[in-house]
């Protein structure tokens, strides 16, 4: 059956922010490949998933090589679904992929080496059928690369057209400078800046949103939900298809605790009175800043999308509310 995507879906302008001080505007809600849309996961799923987002106004799909999985079968999935359903929609889409964590066996399997990250986006377009991607990010700062070289390689994705904008993901403040500088002076200035941010992890409020802030990049945060713990899905135990359940790989069973309980259920209980699920209060508290362009969440169904980007009805937070919910972060549970 052929998919005719929702003639209304970009009715909400709301849903649209720009990233820094570029002239792309990327949708609150973005949605991450990074679990669920793996070679050992339901295709007709992740199909559906992928068509509700978009169907939703969510145009900004985020992978890297190595996710599944096994590595590289999220991007395999996405580009079966291209061809299936969104071909004639490519230009309406932002496709991210990165590279930087391992990938293939060998010297030149991960890092930040010309070689890995020219390598790596060659193999990501043939996996999505693709002639570029329109964000390539180095996943992650190399300490035994030289910044230039993986500077370089990322200006060279983008001077070839392999790639439209250059990102950088899991950079301290002080790296991000520095390849921001390189970048421009290459000619291919970083577009977005993409760090783990939520309640629950607060490090990029220790200097890298003022930086970016000051720099003029965009940030899309990922984890913004914690891996599930800012949501109720574990208020009465760890269900069997939960992250925690059945892919202990990223949140254990025992990062379940008590105490963050008791914090999350005395957020839902802020997050009902306004209203909102808790997941809804925590995107919305991590795009109270205005350099964060984009949350990436992850979905293992439509009406988890549905849920996030239901969220963006409903993005300020009075500075009362600010400081009930500061109170349980900063409190003892």
């Known amino acids: 059956m052929t998919y005719e995507p929702a003639p209304g879906r970009y009715e909400n302008d709301a849903l649209y922010r720009r990233c820094g001080r570029s002239g792309v505007r990327l949708p609150v809600i973005a949605l991450g490949l990074w679990h669920n849309f793996g070679g050992h996961d339901s295709f007709d799923n992740a199909r559906a998933t992928l068509l509700r987002a978009f169907d939703l106004g ?22 079966r679904v291209l061809r ?15 590279a930087g964590y391992l990938m293939w066996p060998g010297p030149y399997g991960e890092w930040g080496s010309r070689k890995s990250l020219l390598a790596s986006l060659d193999q990501s377009l043939r996996r999505m059928g693709l ?63 993409q760090p783990r941010y939520s309640m629950l992890d ?45 892919d202990p790989r990223f949140l254990k069973p025992a990062d379940v605790t008590d105490a963050v309980l008791a914090r999350t259920r005395r ?22 800043n205005p ?30 509310e600010l400081g009930r919910i500061e109170a349980v972060l900063g409190g003892e549970p």
């Open 58 to 79: 969510v145009t900004h799909f985020d992978l890297a090589n190595n996710y599944g999985p096994p590595e590289g079968s999220a991007e395999e999935t996405l580009g």
């Open 84 to 98: 299936q359903d969104l071909a004639r929609h490519r230009d309406e889409l932002i496709i991210s992929t990165k």
């Open 131 to 193: 002639e570029y991607v329109d964000i390539f990010y180095s996943h992650r700062f190399d300490p035994d690369t030289p910044l230039e070289e993986t500077m370089g390689a990322l200006a060279q994705a983008v001077r070839s057209g392999r790639a439209l904008y250059a990102g950088l993901s899991n950079y301290g403040p002080e790296q991000t400078i520095e390849a921001v500088r390189l970048l421009r002076e290459m000619g291919a200035p970083c577009l977005v800046h």
């Open 202 to 246: 607060r490090k990029p409020e220790q200097g890298l949103l003022k930086v970016l802030q000051e720099l003029g990049i965009g940030a899309a945060v990922f984890s913004p939900l914690a891996k599930g713990l800012l949501t109720n899905r574990y208020f009465g135990g760890i269900p069997a298809d939960s992250r925690a359940g059945h």
């Open 267 to 288: 957020l839902d209980e802020i997050a009902r009175g306004r209203g909102q699920t808790l997941a809804q209060l925590a995107l919305a508290w991590v795009l109270r």
């Open 291 to 320: 350099v964060v362009t984009s949350a990436l969440i992850g979905a293992s169904r439509p009406s988890q999308v549905e849920d996030c980007v239901a969220a963006a009805a409903r993005l300020e937070i009075s500075a009362e």
